[in-house]
Protein backbone atom coordinates (compact mmCIF):
# COMPACT_ATOMS: atom_id res chain seq x y z
CA UNK A 1 0.00 0.00 0.00
CA UNK A 2 1.39 3.46 -1.07
CA UNK A 3 -0.19 6.69 0.79
CA UNK A 4 -0.31 9.95 -0.87
CA UNK A 5 -1.07 12.82 1.77
CA UNK A 6 -2.01 16.57 0.27
CA UNK A 7 -3.73 19.49 1.24
CA UNK A 8 -1.79 20.97 3.86
CA UNK A 9 -0.85 24.61 4.27
CA UNK A 10 -0.60 28.06 5.96
CA UNK A 11 -3.75 29.16 7.82
CA UNK A 12 -4.66 31.93 10.50
CA UNK A 13 -6.10 30.64 13.35
CA UNK A 14 -9.90 29.60 13.06
CA UNK A 15 -9.05 28.78 9.57
CA UNK A 16 -9.92 25.55 8.09
CA UNK A 17 -8.11 23.00 5.68
CA UNK A 18 -8.96 19.47 4.50
CA UNK A 19 -6.36 17.17 4.65
CA UNK A 20 -6.64 13.95 2.15
CA UNK A 21 -4.59 10.61 1.99
CA UNK A 22 -5.17 8.53 -1.28
CA UNK A 23 -4.13 5.07 -1.07
CA UNK A 24 -3.14 3.00 -4.04
CA UNK A 25 -3.93 -0.83 -3.58
CA UNK A 26 -7.34 -2.76 -3.88
CA UNK A 27 -7.78 -3.82 -0.19
CA UNK A 28 -8.44 -0.62 1.14
CA UNK A 29 -11.12 -0.91 2.68
CA UNK A 30 -9.83 -3.50 4.73
CA UNK A 31 -7.29 -1.19 6.53
CA UNK A 32 -7.75 1.13 9.38
CA UNK A 33 -6.66 4.44 8.16
CA UNK A 34 -5.76 6.85 10.82
CA UNK A 35 -4.01 10.31 11.00
CA UNK A 36 -0.88 11.32 12.93
CA UNK A 37 0.88 14.97 13.35
CA UNK A 38 4.78 15.47 14.77
CA UNK A 39 5.48 19.03 15.71
CA UNK A 40 8.91 19.69 16.11
CA UNK A 41 10.96 18.83 18.81
CA UNK A 42 7.68 16.50 19.42
CA UNK A 43 7.39 13.21 19.21
CA UNK A 44 4.35 11.82 16.66
CA UNK A 45 1.09 12.01 18.41
CA UNK A 46 -2.01 10.35 17.69
CA UNK A 47 -5.24 11.99 16.12
CA UNK A 48 -7.58 10.13 14.50
CA UNK A 49 -8.35 6.55 13.14
CA UNK A 50 -11.77 4.97 10.86
CA UNK A 51 -12.23 2.27 10.05
CA UNK A 52 -15.10 0.53 7.60
CA UNK A 53 -18.21 -0.15 8.57
CA UNK A 54 -18.49 2.19 11.35
CA UNK A 55 -20.17 5.39 11.00
CA UNK A 56 -17.74 7.40 13.17
CA UNK A 57 -14.46 7.86 14.05
CA UNK A 58 -12.06 8.45 16.99
CA UNK A 59 -10.12 11.57 18.11
CA UNK A 60 -7.50 12.58 20.27
CA UNK A 61 -9.02 15.06 22.73
CA UNK A 62 -7.07 17.71 21.37
CA UNK A 63 -8.64 17.80 18.30
CA UNK A 64 -12.24 15.90 19.23
CA UNK A 65 -15.02 18.79 18.01
CA UNK A 66 -13.04 20.36 15.75
CA UNK A 67 -11.85 17.26 13.54
CA UNK A 68 -13.74 15.18 11.14
CA UNK A 69 -12.12 12.06 9.54
CA UNK A 70 -14.03 10.28 6.88
CA UNK A 71 -13.06 7.63 4.23
CA UNK A 72 -14.46 7.23 0.87
CA UNK A 73 -13.38 3.27 -0.08
CA UNK A 74 -14.60 4.05 -3.87
CA UNK A 75 -11.68 6.66 -4.47
CA UNK A 76 -9.74 5.30 -1.60
CA UNK A 77 -9.49 8.25 0.32
CA UNK A 78 -10.15 9.25 3.53
CA UNK A 79 -10.67 13.24 4.36
CA UNK A 80 -9.67 15.00 7.51
CA UNK A 81 -11.57 18.04 7.70
CA UNK A 82 -10.03 20.35 10.12
CA UNK A 83 -11.77 23.47 11.36
CA UNK A 84 -11.01 26.22 14.39
CA UNK A 85 -7.61 25.54 13.59
CA UNK A 86 -4.78 26.75 16.46
CA UNK A 87 -1.32 27.56 16.47
CA UNK A 88 -0.76 24.75 18.39
CA UNK A 89 -2.06 22.06 15.29
CA UNK A 90 1.04 23.13 13.97
CA UNK A 91 2.63 19.87 13.06
CA UNK A 92 3.41 18.08 10.09
CA UNK A 93 0.53 15.50 9.29
CA UNK A 94 1.01 12.00 8.26
CA UNK A 95 -2.03 9.11 7.19
CA UNK A 96 -1.05 5.84 7.90
CA UNK A 97 -2.98 2.34 7.41
CA UNK A 98 -3.13 -0.48 9.66
CA UNK A 99 -4.06 -4.10 8.13
CA UNK A 100 -5.57 -4.57 11.63
CA UNK A 101 -9.13 -3.05 11.17
CA UNK A 102 -9.49 -1.76 14.54
CA UNK A 103 -9.28 1.97 16.04
CA UNK A 104 -5.60 1.80 16.72
CA UNK A 105 -3.92 4.43 18.37
CA UNK A 106 -0.42 3.68 18.65
CA UNK A 107 1.94 4.31 15.88
CA UNK A 108 3.67 1.15 16.00
CA UNK A 109 -0.08 -0.79 15.29
CA UNK A 110 0.51 1.09 12.07
CA UNK A 111 2.56 -0.83 8.85
CA UNK A 112 2.02 1.66 6.28
CA UNK A 113 2.49 5.48 6.24
CA UNK A 114 2.33 8.82 4.05
CA UNK A 115 4.69 11.33 3.35
CA UNK A 116 3.76 13.36 5.56
CA UNK A 117 2.22 16.95 4.85
CA UNK A 118 2.85 20.58 6.63
CA UNK A 119 0.53 22.14 8.48
CA UNK A 120 1.13 25.74 9.55
CA UNK A 121 -1.56 27.75 12.38
CA UNK A 122 -0.66 31.93 12.44
CA UNK A 123 -2.07 33.39 15.54
Known amino acids: VQLQASGGGLVQAGGSLRLSCAASGRTFSRYAMGWFRQAPGKEREFVAVIISGLDKALYSESVKGRFTLSRDNAKNTVYLQMNSLKPEDTAVYYC?????????????????WGQGTQVTVSS
Open 96 to 112: AASMRSAMVVAASLYDY
